[in-house]
């Protein structure tokens, strides 16, 4: 009655939850809601239908609200709601871990569970230092990032991270960390179809690094595609070199997968699709298709023996968390995993690439746009920004896409598009019509 009484009273009910990465104050004076969600649609309060034009943030890679998914869930939090990964076990947390680890590119065979994008990568960073300590490199304590690279919000994934709004709020941040340039270069790769052909010399500056750092680098973390800024697409041959600077100067090399795994390269993972493997991957998102938090960092055997054996007896990485492996994730990840096999997720996306492509590069010409570019079943849609107002045109046009029935993802002023992988053509035939509509009213 008391909570009835209070909802009643404010002026609206919008204002207890902080919501993340987003202008709260504009927001709550014009929300944007999504009530209910089933296959490639998510439904407004009042009925709306809306397509899911980023598969939710990136993750809800087998489309919405699948039947197999959620009764994995069900079924699982009757049986048992939660139990402790620490000192204790439960199968299904290893027969998740076992699942994963079949479609992991080799050598990568080890899992460590997390619950989101940020903690994988901070765990990442973290076994990295303990990797090289456990073998006997202790100097090797600096972690080399990207710049316009995001591996979440976590101070570890905000360092090595490099987005400028995501640090400057938060003082210090960890010492010890470097960044290579980022690979976007409008004058030599604007309206590139694919990876680009400028730009592989830019690992060189990995170079650079070592000639200044010497032997103190532990780990490169790197997007195989940068989502979250853009859309930055590597280079032909960039990943490549990286790898094998990073083979050469005894670095290892974390490729952070949170939205390149899962089928959305039309692979498994970016490592298989740019043929580079790295050494320790991090992942989240669609590893549950996004019903339940859930991320995970894989690990060579090598680096796993290296820690466990050269530790004295007893706890050899401190360092988990409450949920990690956590029972409902653990079968959702599981029925997700199914699908996508049942439903070669990946070879369907894969086989829309190509109407992918040349539906997106429709696009150029249309007002504003300065670039199209895509890779795997993502594309990054760059426009002029606003004189004096950056990030106002794109926000115009998520509102005008959203009014018409279309969900889009901006940063500054990209659009990102990266449906769910069950999209057929007419979705995307969609996506572009009502895009090239919102650009148009926001010329
Ligand atoms: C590449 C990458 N890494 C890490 C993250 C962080 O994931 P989360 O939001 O689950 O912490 C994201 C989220 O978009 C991401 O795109």
């Known amino acids: 009655m008391v909570g009835a009484m209070n909802e009643i009273s404010r002026p609206n009910n919008l204002d207890a939850h902080w919501m993340p990465f987003t202008a709260n104050r504009t927001f709550k004076q014009a929300p944007r809601m999504l009530a209910r969600a089933a296959g490639m649609f998510y439904y407004t309060p009042d009925g ?10 990136w993750c809800v890679n087998a489309g919405h609200g699948r039947r197999e998914i959620v009764e994995a869930i069900q079924q699982q939090a009757a049986v048992m709601d939660f139990a402790p990964t620490f000192q204790m076990g439960h199968p299904i947390a290893f027969q998740a871990a076992s699942r994963l680890a079949e479609i992991l590119p080799a050598p990568l065979e080890r899992v460590f569970w ?47 991270g490099g987005i400028g709004p995501n640090r400057k709020q938060f003082g210090a941040l960890l010492p010890y960390v470097d ?118 960092v894989a690990a060579t055997s090598q680096i796993y023996d290296t820690i466990v054996g050269n530790s004295p007896a007893g706890i050899e990485l401190f360092h988990g968390y409450t949920y990690s492996g956590h029972p409902l994730a653990s079968a959702a990840a599981i029925a997700t995993m199914d699908l996508h096999r049942a439903e070669d997720l990946p070879g ?29 079943l993502i594309a990054g849609i760059e426009l002029e920004p606003r004189a004096g107002q950056p990030s106002a045109r794109a926000m115009a046009i998520l509102q005008h896409c959203f009014d018409a029935g279309l969900l889009i993802r901006t940063t500054a002023d990209i659009v990102a598009l990266s449906p769910p992988l069950i999209a057929e053509k007419h979705h ?14 926001a010329a």
């Open 48 to 57: 709306r239908e809306v397509l899911d034009g980023t598969a939710g943030l």
């Open 114 to 160: 997390t619950n989101s994008g940020s903690e994988s990568d901070d765990t990442a960073l973290k076994i990295a230092l303990a990797y090289q300590r456990a073998r006997g490199q202790a100097q090797r304590v600096r972690l080399v990032g990207r710049e316009r690279g995001y591996h979440g919000v976590g101070f570890g994934g905000m360092s090595v």
């Open 179 to 296: 960044h290579l340039p980022h690979t976007h270069d409008l004058d030599h790769n604007a309206f590139t179809k694919g990876q680009p052909a400028w730009g592989a010399h830019l690992a060189d500056a990995l170079e650079s690094l070592v000639a200044l750092h010497g032997d103190t680098i532990a780990a490169v973390m790197v997007e195989p595609v940068a989502g979250s800024t853009g859309v930055l697409v590597p280079p032909q041959g960039y990943l490549e070199k990286l790898r094998a600077l990073c083979t050469k100067h005894d670095i290892l090399l974390i490729f952070d997968e949170v939205i390149t795994g899962f089928g959305r390269m039309g692979t498994n993972f970016g490592a298989e699709f740019f043929g580079v493997v790295p050494d320790l991957m991090t992942m989240a998102k669609g590893l549950t298709n996004a019903a339940v938090p859930m991320g995970a």
């Open 348 to 376: 369907r996306a894969a086989a829309l690439l190509p109407y992918w492509q040349d539906a997106m590069h429709s696009l150029r010409g249309a007002p504003n746009v300065i670039d199209v570019r895509n890779c795997g």
């Open 428 to 441: 995307v035939d969609r996506i572009v019509d009502t895009l090239a509509g919102a650009l148009r009213k």
